[in-house]
């Protein structure tokens, strides 16, 4: 089997070659690699490929994300774990992204051992989807709509995300995005509980004390408004390289909006 | 979220503001005078010594003034004899205090503006020119006292102005207000040409810094939230870049520590790899390092490796000039990484005292190659035959991508190591591991 690795660290690749080149039973893999997502462009016999270990994060070598070459990945039918550290939060929404969007068959820590790798190779190569309890976290659930859903409701949202991690003034949002200040408000009231959600269930986080009442806070509004807005100010700069990443616009537009009231769970469109 | 609530930031935006409008102030005020020059054209010959003696006053105030925020102009005062403590009392931007300049140009202004109101002006003037003239007096004053309602010193933390001067801030419009409508008062049948609209507008004017003042404070806390609104983002970015490469190379180490059987001379150069990977997020960070994400030139990746090793001052090390232009693609260049070390770590283990280094990409299909000459001891045929030497697993990493290592002895002593390998596709070819494949496909 012909296994490639995408990650902009040569040293991924090499942990793979040797992981698998270390084992008589997987010996017989052949490993390549490739630094960016785009590079899968020049890849003629891309679908020859048996498997591929996708990094999400490639900043140093390329603006385009790890969801770009699962785009290409699902394109040429091939196989497609995330090989990533899990462990950093502003990956978050990139997994959630990911298993949204194409069910990756596993996600790898780059922590994974030589065998781990190897257990993955053989299962994947016989077929099975490897047991991989770390995604269970990041995959849409079997009814209700999806997290990712609920956070990206609709395609305009992304520029108000974009908007809150460079603003910390609701009426600066409402000029930047071109919306009314009150359309900033409801979406700040809409979102919250998502992004509340996230922090507690996702990244094991307590949510922030209630903020006390002054001045500046005085009315039930005023209140309600600064309650939300500086979580969701924290979270928008925190996660802004996903928010301000051009394939995630495009899967949202392609996904098209999502109707709350209504809760049919879409499952993903693509099969890996 | 909406206030600023970093006090030096504060004093930091408002000391950058107002040492440029310290500067457009004084310009301003220049003009105003020249025009309060003009107008004593129209006063009586007989008047001209005292109403000259008057302007020369403010002129003094608004030079003093130059001097005090021109680069020099401290200098240049004092080298007339006797000035050192009027320069001694020029006034900083970090403490609120009145100063030379100030007392000058407020006096200047009064006597100015008594050319043309007041208890004794210049008698004779047309009604315009009298008006003219004192509404450029008073604007003159107005600009010199709004300085002071705005100057930073009022958002300096270390010291804090003291607070009966805090308070003194907010008497200084209505003092000043008062003031202007003291000496506006018709003292004299000359003052009381002009227009009395004219003097209950100049009068009030004062006021108007409550507005300016709040807007100052507006601008100066939107500034401060602006820098820190880039500063969190800036510093989310720098994390996600320290995690892409510092991090990502500790894990990989780390990941090959935890195997059951590591090599102690991977582990090292896996160490090696990762200072230098440190030194060149320094460099990205503090040093003016561009982030190429094409890959990088061999000229800074020998800095970096003569930084991470610790020894460019103990033994000579250099880098063929033209080497240092070259530029290597992202993969090549992470190949280098590994490589480039360990060549000159063997160097200085072998008790080099100066090593030479080039670096090519070339010939078809394209290679890239280093080469390291050294005058130390020399290898013996078992450091190269040794199978867990960092010979052997270099050689053994560079074969997957048609590259090998080589060894010979220079004639003058010492050894000259070349390692090389297929150059990756940026330069034009198919790449070396994806060769590889199809040869393994057949």
Redesign the interface.
């Known amino acids: 089997m012909k296994i490639i690795v995408v990650d902009d660290h040569i040293a991924a690749q090499e942990t793979v070659t040797v992981a698998v080149a270390s084992d008589p039973a997987t010996k017989h893999h052949a490993v390549t690699g490739v630094r960016t997502p785009d590079e899968l462009h020049r890849i003629e016999d891309l679908g020859t490929f048996g498997l591929a270990f996708v990094d999400l994060d490639f900043r140093r070598q390329s603006r385009k994300t790890g969801l770009f070459a699962l785009r290409l990945l699902d394109q040429a039918d091939v196989p497609a774990v995330i090989y990533a550290a899990d462990d950093e939060d502003n990956r978050v929404l990139f997994l959630l992204a990911a298993f949204r969007f194409y069910r990756p068959w596993a996600l790898v820590s780059k922590r994974a051992s030589s065998a781990g790798i190897r257990k993955l190779v053989a299962t994947i190569e016989s077929g099975a989807r490897p047991e991989s309890s770390a995604m269970h976290r990041y995959q849409p659930p079997p009814r209700g709509i999806p997290v990712l859903d609920r956070l990206l409701i609709r395609a305009g949202d992304i520029p108000i995300w974009q908007a809150l991690a460079t603003q910390s003034d609701r009426n600066a949002i409402a000029e930047v995005t071109n919306v009314s200040r009150s359309k900033v408000d409801s979406f700040l009231s809409e979102h919250s509980a998502v992004v509340a959600e996230i922090e507690k269930e996702l990244l094991f986080r307590t949510p922030p004390e209630p903020f006390p009442e002054t001045r500046a806070t005085l009315g039930k509004a005023g209140h309600a408004y600064a309650h939300r807005f500086a979580p969701l100010h924290s979270f928008a700069v925190e996660h802004h390289r996903f928010f301000q990443d051009a394939e995630v616009k495009e899967l949202i537009k392609e996904r098209g909006d999502i109707r709350l009231t209504a809760a049919p769970h879409v499952a993903p469109r693509r099969r890996r | ?3 600023a609530d970093d006090p030096q930031g504060m004093f930091n935006t408002a000391l950058n503001a107002d040492s440029r409008l310290w500067l457009a102030g004084c310009r301003s005020r220049a003009v105003l005078l020249a025009g309060m020059w003009v107008t004593l054209a129209w006063a009586p010959a007989a008047e001209l010594p005292r109403a000259v003696a008057q302007l020369l006053v403010c002129t003094a105030g608004l030079l003093l003034a130059f001097a005090s925020i021109t680069p020099g102009g401290r200098e240049m005062v004092a080298k007339v004899p006797g000035t050192a403590v009027l320069v001694n009392h020029f006034g900083t931007f970090r403490r609120a205090a009145v100063d030379a300049p100030g007392v000058a140009e407020g006096l200047g202004a009064f006597l100015a503006g008594s050319l043309y109101a007041g208890w004794f002006p210049l008698p004779g003037l047309p009604v315009a020119v009298r008006s003219l003239g004192l509404a450029m007096a008073v604007c003159y004053g107005w600009e010199v006292v709004l300085q002071a309602v705005i100057h930073p010193a009022w958002y300096n933390r270390d010291p804090p102005p003291a607070r009966a001067m805090r308070v003194f801030r907010y008497t200084i419009p209505a003092i000043f207000a008062a003031f202007i409508t003291f000496v506006l008062l018709p003292w004299s049948a000359a003052a009381t040409q002009v227009p009395l609209v004219v003097r209950i507008l100049l009068s009030v004017s004062p006021l108007v810094y409550y507005l300016l003042w709040a807007a100052f404070d507006i601008m100066l806390k939107a500034s401060v ?1 602006s820098l ?3 500063q ?2 800036w510093r ?2 720098v ?3 320290a ?3 510092v ?3 500790l ?2 180490l ?3 520590v ?2 059951p059987e590591p090599d102690l001379e991977e582990i090292r150069s ?1 160490t090696r ?1 990762a200072l230098v990977v440190v030194d060149e997020f320094k460099g990205q960070l503090v040093g003016g390092r561009a ?1 190429d ?1 094409a890959g990088g030139s061999v000229g800074e990746l020998w800095a970096s490796v003569l930084r991470a090793l610790g020894s460019p001052r103990r033994v000579r090390c250099v880098l063929d000039g033209e080497s240092a232009r070259v530029r290597l693609s ?2 090549d260049y ?2 280098a990484r ?1 490589v480039l070390p360990d060549l000159v770590s063997n160097a200085l283990k072998a008790g080099a005292s100066a090593v030479e280094a080039r670096c090519s990409v070339g010939g078809q299909p394209a290679e890239v190659r280093i080469e390291i000459a050294d005058d130390g001891a020399g290898l013996t045929p078992g450091d190269i035959s040794d199978p867990r030497s960092s010979l052997r697993m270099l050689r053994s ?1 560079l074969g ?1 991508r048609l590259g090998d290592i080589r060894h010979s002895a220079n004639a003058a002593g010492g050894t000259t190591a070349v390692a090389y390998w297929r150059a990756d ?1 940026a330069h034009g070819h198919r ?1 070396a ?2 060769e ?2 199809s040869r ?2 057949a």
Request: charged share 25%.
């Open positions: 979220m909406r206030t939230t820190r609104n880039s969190n983002l989310w970015d994390w996600g870049d995690h892409g490469s991090k990502n190379t894990v990989f780390n990941q090959y935890e195997e896996l790899n982030q994400p992202a993969t992470q190949v590994r990493w997957e596709r790449p591991d994806l590889s494949l393994a496909d």
